[in-house]
């Protein structure tokens, strides 16, 4: 199986999708028979194949998939014998929830934290295309988009309420361990942490003791990759 | 049991936490042997002997419950032999994810759409209560609160975005029957549907499909409720 996830300068991979898939791979202990193939900003047509031009892609032999979502269905349609990143069609409905969720109202806040900061990790081919881009998409120069950024924090620690109300009574967003759920809030704060010194967390907020946890997880998978100090 | 519930003008019960307890009482088919006690917003000490003093308020033999999540936590442990609030615990989880989701993203919404028209329809003698407790919470006038009252649509719309990515796939937010997600969201619907001709939800919303379909739900429930047409 062959899995194409975005990079960065120096291999870098920080994208919060493909870190939902390869976590997920982890979850189902398949990491290992999986081929990474990094793809930059400016190598797209790499996933041309694909139909699409957003990272994550798998390959499995004859059969061509991308979305974070729709590979975690396909893994676990495949290379499981029972549910395990989805424990019951409702809670396979609520992990849905979970992740829309953080498409929609946490990724926003922290590209409004990080932006600028990625500019320095990608390939230093791919920084006129990414200004050009989210500068437009964002109205406004990366630098700009970024100078209010502990107000934007604030912002994101009051709309992560609900990740802080089910670490109350669980370790995980999954209960007892991870799920796909984890993985996809996860997924935001590895994006954070590969690309800036920024702490999209401020001190003593209890998720970052469930971040801890999730950098812990199958001997430190996460951790491994260099964070930005 | 004994259930508590809040209660306008006219025995008009509009809770949002009351609903997702009628709903999930109806759902494990015990709502025929419960007792309701209505209470108005002046009645407060009827709560007296549960210790604090909001509802819905749960009083089974000598157990004493308040706060919609332990009631459905305590309902599901006591009133089935098998999960059917919570398929799972990752599942449980996640509900509790969603419930408290729409504690804090959804009901501070719904409330600058209907607070004004809550007035009308609770009992007299509660009026100048609610109006005085309200207003200081927001820092305006009912009316103030209630201006805007298109704009604050169109940023529900937006934030009901994982709702309906949830939707696109399954019937109920539960999947292919409804749970507690779904009745903590329904709850919002409902407390806007009994207290204000107000629709919350824009004309052609996917998500009005999903309401009508919980109207219908245990013989039409909460569609027998008098909606503030």
Same sequence: chains 1, 2.
Wanted: hydrophobic share 35%.
């Amino acid at each position: 199986m062959k899995f194409y996830d975005l990079s960065g300068a120096d291999n870098k991979r920080f994208s919060p999708f493909g870190w939902r898939v390869r976590m997920s791979l982890a979850h189902l202990d398949i990491e290992e028979h999986t081929e990474v193939e990094l793809v930059k900003f400016s190598q797209k047509d790499k996933l041309k194949f694909s139909g699409q031009e957003l990272v994550p892609v798998i390959q499995d032999k004859s059969t061509i998939i991308s979305d974070s979502w729709r590979i975690a269905e396909y893994l676990e349609r495949n290379y499981t014998n029972q549910p395990t990143l989805f424990s019951s069609p409702t809670d396979k409905a609520n992990e849905k929830f979970v992740s829309s969720w953080v498409d929609s109202q946490i990724h926003p806040l922290v590209a409004k934290c990080v932006v600028r900061d990625i500019l320095d990790v990608i390939d230093p081919n791919d920084r006129e295309y990414f200004r050009r881009s989210r500068e437009a998409r964002f109205g406004m120069s990366l630098e700009e988009i970024v100078t209010n950024r502990g107000e934007t924090r604030s912002l994101l620690k009051r709309t992560l309420f609900p990740v802080r109300k089910v670490l109350e009574l669980n370790p995980f967003l999954g209960g007892t361990s991870a799920s796909f759920a984890d993985y996809s809030v996860f997924g935001a704060m590895m994006w954070a942490r590969i690309t800036s010194s920024f702490d999209i967390l401020e001190e003593h907020d209890p998720i970052t003791d469930w971040r801890e946890r999730m950098l812990d997880l199958y001997d430190g998978l996460a951790r491994k990759e260099t964070a930005r100090g």
